[in-house]
């Protein structure tokens, strides 16, 4: 075998073990806990907005550890780093299965998002951005796909599990399936393609700085306010409409259905979100993110549209919406990310990502209570299906703005 074909297949290698690592830590730690809403909150007697506040408190950690985090990305063995983030994850997520208390949940949930910090989606789009400088958008899709298809794998598992047996046993296995995908990347990942003496995809040793150096400039360099202010905005308006996606079993049964069908609305969703992070990827490689996340936020908007009016005897409908409204996710993960490296590049990526991710997981934080909480107060989701629509709207405002800056900042 050529020396350019076993580079090019240690590159697909770093690709198959950062989708692991999204399969993880968000198809399972993050996209799969909307199934069991239903059941702890019955358990512990307690309102489901009760409960999804240990899941806000868990995104809110995820959201104050990722500028630590990228500050020791570039300094901390990389084994170390992610093997930190995977073992405190699966622990607090283990441990849940003993919870018989509120506050037992939230400081598990929050511990738990101080873990996924550390091998979510900074450190897997840092990783593609230094290994695939070609078709970088097709990569940071299909491993941000892999989020998709783990929640659509182990949503209906976990549900299955909780009714079967009970939901301390899905906390259980959630914890094991979570340790199994993430722990490949523990021993195939190296930040730089340099560091085992290769080239980018795409590129040569010579076209990117050292690591040192480049933490260096990272640190110096300014970022452009007006264009983050812009990014940050988009992130925590944009992540704020993926929270009605946990609420898919609630909605179901609200329409009449069952909540096993609303489990199946999961799958579909997250099926939706495989399909359009791949389609993201390649429309950004070909037509640029702005384009591409364009396509994505009118194709959810018109599933919520559908979704306010959801015939309760039809559940093909359902799951057809289902896999639409699934769009939102592709520009919540790969989309906010391509975004951030067409404003920025990549050079000072992972600096202007660390504040952009503060901000995204905080506005998913906070959807995630207060559609509970909308939930509980109306008895319905006509109020946050609405209140998403029009925050879509203000979304597209928000991409042609930065379109526009990005036009005038570089001139293309």
């Not at 830590?25 to 059941?39: H, K, M, Q, R």
């Not at 985090?69 to 849940?96: D, E, H, N, Q, W």
Request: glycine share 10%; charged share 10%.
């Amino acid at each position: 075998m050529s020396s350019a074909k076993k580079s090019n297949r240690r590159h697909w290698l770093i690709l198959v073990a950062c989708c692991g690592l999204t399969a993880s830590a968000i198809g399972v730690f993050t996209n799969s806990l909307g199934v069991f809403y239903t059941a702890v909150s019955e358990s512990l007697g307690v309102g489901r907005g009760a409960i999804a506040m240990h899941v806000t408190l868990s995104t809110l950690a995820t959201a104050a550890l990722t500028p630590v985090a990228a500050k020791l990305l570039y300094k901390a063995p990389l084994r170390l780093y992610l093997g930190f983030g995977i073992a405190v994850s699966c622990t607090t997520t283990a441990l849940m299965s003993f919870a018989d208390s509120l506050w037992q949940f939230y400081v598990l949930g929050t511990l738990r998002g101080v873990g996924i910090a550390f091998f979510s989606i900074l450190p897997v789009t840092a990783v593609i951005s230094n290994w695939f400088h070609k078709r970088n958008g097709l990569a940071v899709g299909i491993s941000l796909s892999f989020s998709g298809l783990s929640g659509a794998i182990f949503s209906p598992l976990f549900t299955w599990i909780i009714e079967a047996w009970s939901w301390q046993s899905a906390y259980l296995c959630m914890a094991g399936f979570g340790f199994l995908l993430a722990l490949p990347a523990v021993f195939l990942l190296r930040l730089t393609p340099e560091e085992i003496g290769l080239a980018p995809y795409g590129g040569s040793p010579v076209d990117r700085s050292a690591p040192a150096a480049q933490v260096g400039s990272q640190e110096k360099a300014k970022l452009y306010l007006p264009a983050l202010a812009l990014v940050c905005l988009f992130s925590i308006l944009l992540t704020s409409v993926t929270a009605l996606g946990q609420h898919f079993p609630s909605l179901a049964v609200a329409a009449g259905m069952t909540a096993q069908v609303g489990a199946m609305m999961v799958s579909a969703g997250m099926v939706g979100n495989i399909v359009s992070k791949l389609i993201i990827g390649v429309l950004s490689d070909h037509k640029g993110p702005f384009f591409a996340c364009t396509c994505m936020i009118v194709t959810n908007a018109l599933a919520l549209g559908v979704l306010l009016n959801l015939p309760g005897g039809m559940p093909a409908i359902a799951l057809g919406t289902a896999f639409f409204y699934g769009a939102v996710y592709s520009v919540g993960a790969a989309g906010i990310s391509l975004l951030t490296r067409g404003m920025f590049g990549a050079e000072q990526y992972t600096s202007a990502y660390s504040i952009v991710s503060l901000f995204s997981n905080s506005g998913s934080a906070f959807a995630l209570t207060l559609v509970g909480l909308v939930y509980d107060l109306t008895g319905g989701y006509t109020v946050a299906l609405i209140g998403g629509i029009a925050i879509q709207a203000a979304n597209l405002a928000l991409l042609f703005c930065m379109a526009r800056m990005r036009k005038r900042r570089v001139g293309y």
